[in-house]
C-alpha cells in the first residue's frame, strides 16, 4: 500500500529536521529544518487521511497557516537579532546564561 | 469708680510705660533723633506730674478716709489667692506718687542737658520712664504682689542704669553687685508675703491690714518674724546695715540716676514699705525696735564714712544711707508722718545735691575726686548757690527744709528712747560736718583743678540750671508743709496723713507703741530744736575750721591716729569683710563644684560612659562580624555549592536545550511505546 512509504518518508524529513536543529548553528538554517519537521508532519496528516477520515486534511490547512505566520515572525527576530549583533549564528545567542 | 479725676490714677504709670516703649524703638531705630527722645521723655513725666496733681486735687476734695481701690484686671485668680491688679490711691501713695513725678519730671529735664553728648541718649531715656513706671507701679499698688512687681522692676532699671556705661567692667560690676545685694532683700520680702498670705488669707493691703489685728497675736512670734523679713526686704532696696554696701558702688551710674532712683524715689522705697505696713510694725514692737535701732547705727556709722570719703558722689551716697537711717528711726519709733516727711524733704534736697554735683563734674570735664576741685563758687555761680541751699538743707539750719523733718524725727524719737536720739543727734552734726566739708572743698578755699580743665570750667546749659533752681526753692519751702505746732504752725503734713497712720492704729485695741507715750512739753521741744540747730552750727563751724581757716590740720589729725583714719578711709573693712566671708566663699563653692564637674561629672560620667558604649559596640561588632554574618554567608555557600550541578545545565546554548527536548521525548516515547507494546500483546 501507499501508507507504509509515505509514513517512512515523513520520518525520515521529520528526523533530518531535528537533526539539523539540534547540530546546526545557522539561525536560518535552524528555522528551515524547523519548516522541514512541519511538512513532514503534514505529510503523515495527508498519508492517514485515506484511510481515517477528512479530519487530517482538514489539519494541513491549520499547520500551512500556523507556518506561515511562523515564517513572519521568525524571520523578523532572525533580522532584528542580525542588526543587533551583525551574526545569526546561535552561539552569540547565550544572554540567558549568568556570566 | 469714684466718678472724679481719682480715676486717672492709672494715667501716670501708663504715660511713663508708652514712654519707655517710644523711646525703647528710637533707641533701637534711631538712635541719633535726640530732639524727639526729650520730647518724649521728658514730655511724658510732665504729663505724669500733671495728672498726678489732678488725681491728688480730686482726692483731697472727696475728703476721703478710705483709701480709694480701683481693679482693673483678674491676674492670679488661684483657688482662694485671689491676686487682681489694682491701684490704690490714698494720703500715703499719693505723697509718693507726686514726689516720684515731681522730682522725676525735673531730673527728667536736667538729664537732658547732662547726658546730651551720651550716644545712648535714646536708651538712658528708655531706661528712665521704665524705672519711673515701675516705681508708680509700686506706690500705687494695691497688693503685695503688685508693690512687688513694681519692687523687682525698679531693681531691674536700677541695675540697667548703674551698668549704663557697660564698656567699664567696674560699672557692670557694680550692677551686679547692687542687683544681687537686692534679691538677699527679695528673699526677704517674698517670706514676708508667704507668710502674711498664709496667716490672713490675702494679700491686698486692705483685707490684709483688715483681718491682721484679728489673725496675729499682737507682739506674737508671727508678726514679729514677717515684719523683720519686710524690714529686710526694706534693708536691701533702701540700703541699710547689712545690706548697704551696694549703694556707693552704684554711683557709677550717671548722675541724674543716682538722684532719681538712688537718693529720691528708690531708696526710699524701703521706707514706704514700713509706712504702708505701719499696722504690722505696730503690731510688732521688737521688730519696730530693730528698725529703729538699725536706722540709728546705719545713719551714724555711714556718716562717719562720708567724712573721708574723696569722691564727691560718695559722700553724697553716704549721705543717702545716713538720711535714710534717719528715716527708717522714724517709722521705726512709730513716727510714721515724720518718716515720710522727711522722705520728701530728703527727695527734694538730695535729688538738688546730686544734681549740683552732676553739674559740678560736668562743668570740670568728668572730675569727682574733692581734692581736684576748690574755689568753683564764682565760676558756677548758679549751682554753687543751690548747692549752698541744699546743704544747709540737709544740715538742718531753720526754716529749710531738712530742720523741719529731721527735728520731727528727733522729737518723736526723744520721746521714745532717749539713747537712739543721742545718736541721732551725734548724726545730725556730722552730717552738718561731712556736707560742708564738701562744699568748702569743692567751692571755696584754693582751687586745685588741673590747668587743662580750668580752661573748659563753663556754667551749665538752663537745662539743667532751672530744675536747680526750681529744687533750690523746694529745699527752702518744702519743710512748710509740716511746720509743727509748737512754732505756731498747724503740721499740716502730719493731719494729711492721719487716716493711713493713726486712724487705723486707734481703730484697733492695740495701741501703737509710739502713741502710748505721752507727748512731751513745749519747753522739751523748744530745747530740743535749739540743741539739734546748734550742732549743726558746730558741726559747720568745724568744717569751717578743718577745710578753710587750717587746711593741714585734717592731715596731721590723720598722722596722730593713722590706724583709725585708715579705717575710716577703708569704709570699716565692711567689703572687704563681706568678700572674705560670702563672696570668696560663694566662689571657693564655685571651685569646689567646677572640680567636681570637670573630675567626676566629665571624667567619670561623660568619659566613662564614652568608653563603655565603645567597648559595648566592640563586641558588638565583633558578634555581627563573626556570627551573625558568618552564619548569612555559610548559608549562601551551601546553596551555592549545592547548586552547581543545575548551574551546570544552564549553558545559555539553544541547542542543548533542544538536544534535551528531543532526548527527554525519546525517552517519554520509548518508555509509553514499551507499555503499549506489552498491553497489546
Redesign the interface.
Same mark, same amino acid.
Given at each position: 500500500m501507499l501508507l507504509s512509504p509515505a509514513l517512512f518518508i515523513s520520518a525520515v524529513l521529520f528526523t533530518l529536521g *531535528?537533526a539539523g *536543529? %539540534?547540530?546546526r548553528?545557522n539561525a536560518i538554517v535552524?528555522f528551515m529544518c524547523v519548516e522541514l519537521m512541519l511538512n513532514a508532519v503534514n505529510l503523515t496528516f495527508v498519508a492517514l487521511a485515506q484511510s481515517l477520515g477528512m479530519g487530517g486534511q482538514v489539519f494541513v490547512f491549520f499547520v500551512m497557516a500556523v507556518a506561515a505566520a511562523e515564517a513572519a515572525v521568525g524571520l523578523a527576530i532572525i533580522l532584528a537579532v542580525y542588526r543587533h549583533k551583525q551574526s545569526v549564528s %546561535?552561539?552569540t545567542?547565550?544572554? %540567558?546564561?549568568?556570566g | 469708680m469714684t466718678g472724679t479725676a481719682v480715676d486717672l490714677i492709672w494715667l501716670p504709670p501708663a504715660l511713663a510705660l508708652l514712654g519707655f516703649v517710644l523711646n525703647g524703638t528710637l533707641a533701637l531705630t534711631r538712635p541719633t533723633a535726640k530732639t524727639l527722645v526729650s520730647v518724649i521723655g521728658a514730655g511724658v513725666l510732665l504729663a505724669a506730674f500733671a495728672a498726678s496733681i489732678a488725681v491728688f486735687s480730686a482726692f483731697v476734695g472727696l475728703h476721703a478716709d478710705e483709701p480709694v481701690v480701683l481693679r482693673y484686671w483678674s491676674w492670679i485668680p488661684v483657688g482662694t489667692l485671689q491676686g487682681d491688679v489694682a491701684l490704690q490711691v490714698d494720703q500715703l501713695s499719693l505723697v509718693m506718687l507726686l514726689v516720684v513725678t515731681g522730682v522725676g519730671s525735673l531730673i527728667h529735664l536736667f538729664s537732658i542737658g547732662y547726658m546730651k553728648e551720651d550716644p545712648g541718649y535714646a536708651r538712658y531715656f528708655a531706661y528712665l520712664n521704665l524705672f519711673v513706671f515701675f516705681m508708680l507701679v509700686l506706690v500705687l499698688g494695691a497688693s503685695f504682689p503688685v508693690m512687688f512687681v513694681g519692687w523687682e522692676g525698679v531693681g531691674l532699671c536700677s541695675y540697667l542704669l548703674i551698668g549704663f556705661w557697660y564698656n567699664d567692667a567696674a560699672n557692670a560690676t557694680a550692677g551686679r553687685k547692687a542687683f544681687i545685694m537686692n534679691r538677699i532683700g527679695d528673699f526677704g520680702f517674698m517670706v514676708a508675703m508667704f507668710m502674711i498670705f498664709w496667716s490672713t488669707g490675702s494679700l491686698d493691703f486692705g483685707t490684709v491690714f483688715t483681718h491682721a489685728p484679728n489673725a496675729l497675736a499682737a507682739g506674737g512670734r508671727t508678726v514679729t518674724v514677717i515684719t523683720l523679713f519686710l524690714f529686710l526686704g526694706c534693708t536691701g532696696k533702701s540700703a541699710q546695715i547689712p545690706l548697704y554696701t551696694w549703694l556707693p558702688d552704684a554711683m557709677a551710674g550717671p548722675t541724674p540716676v543716682s538722684a532719681l532712683i538712688h537718693a529720691a524715689t528708690m531708696v526710699t522705697a524701703g521706707v514706704y514699705l514700713v509706712a504702708r505696713c505701719n499696722l504690722l510694725f505696730a503690731m510688732a514692737p521688737v521688730s519696730s525696735a530693730v528698725v529703729a535701732g538699725v536706722g540709728a547705727l546705719t545713719a551714724l556709722f555711714a556718716a562717719t564714712i562720708a567724712l573721708k570719703q574723696w569722691d564727691i558722689k560718695k559722700v553724697l551716697a553716704y549721705s543717702t544711707i545716713s538720711q535714710l537711717g534717719y528715716m527708717f528711726l522714724g517709722v521705726g519709733t512709730g513716727a510714721i508722718s515724720a518718716g515720710m516727711f522727711h522722705l520728701i524733704t530728703h527727695a527734694f534736697f538730695k535729688a538738688l545735691l546730686f544734681l549740683g554735683s552732676g553739674s559740678v563734674i560736668h562743668a570740670l570735664s568728668g572730675e569727682q575726686d574733692m581734692r581736684k576741685m576748690g574755689a568753683l563758687w564764682a565760676k558756677i555761680p548758679t549751682t554753687a548757690k543751690t548747692f549752698l541751699a541744699g546743704t544747709l538743707a540737709i544740715a538742718g539750719i531753720p526754716p529749710l527744709a531738712g530742720f523741719f523733718s529731721k527735728d520731727e524725727i528727733l522729737g518723736k524719737t526723744f520721746e521714745h528712747s532717749p539713747g537712739l536720739w543721742l545718736i541721732g543727734f551725734i548724726t545730725a552734726g556730722l552730717t552738718a560736718l561731712y556736707m560742708f566739708r564738701l562744699v568748702f572743698m569743692t567751692f571755696f578755699g584754693r582751687s586745685r583743678v588741673d590747668h587743662e580743665v580750668e580752661h573748659h570750667i563753663h556754667e551749665s546749659p538752663k537745662t539743667m540750671t532751672v530744675p536747680l533752681m526750681i529744687l533750690a526753692v523746694l529745699s527752702v519751702i518744702g519743710g512748710w508743709i509740716g511746720w509743727p505746732a509748737a512754732l505756731g504752725g498747724s503740721n499740716r503734713f502730719e493731719h494729711f496723713l492721719e487716716p493711713v497712720v493713726a486712724a487705723r492704729s486707734s481703730e484697733n485695741s492695740w495701741s501703737a507703741h509710739g502713741a502710748a507715750v505721752a507727748s512731751h512739753s513745749a519747753e522739751t521741744e523748744y530745747g530740743l530744736m535749739l540743741a539739734s540747730v546748734l550742732i549743726a552750727l558746730v558741726g559747720i563751724w568745724l568744717a569751717y575750721q578743718l577745710y578753710i581757716k587750717n587746711p593741714a590740720t585734717p592731715g596731721k589729725l590723720a598722722a596722730s591716729w593713722p590706724w583709725l583714719y585708715r579705717i575710716v578711709y577703708r569704709k570699716y573693712y565692711v567689703d572687704e569683710i563681706y568678700d572674705a566671708m560670702f563672696v570668696n566663699r560663694a566662689k571657693d563653692l564655685g571651685t569646689a563644684l567646677g572640680v567636681f564637674d570637670a573630675r567626676i561629672v566629665d571624667r567619670l560620667g561623660v568619659d566613662g560612659t564614652g568608653w563603655l558604649t565603645r567597648f559595648t559596640s566592640d563586641v558588638s561588632i565583633w558578634w555581627d562580624k563573626w556570627i551573625v554574618d558568618g552564619l548569612v554567608n555559610f548559608a549562601g555557600r551551601v546553596v551555592q555549592i549545592a547548586s552547581y550541578p543545575v548551574r551546570m545545565l544552564q549553558t545559555g546554548l539553544f541547542s542543548s536545550y533542544a538536544l534535551l527536548i528531543v532526548l527527554g521525548v525519546i525517552i517519554l516515547l520509548g518508555y509509553y511505546g514499551h507499555r503499549v507494546m506489552q498491553l497489546l500483546r
Open positions: *531535528v *536543529v %539540534l547540530f548553528r535552524i %546561535l552561539q545567542m547565550n544572554l %540567558l546564561k549568568d | -
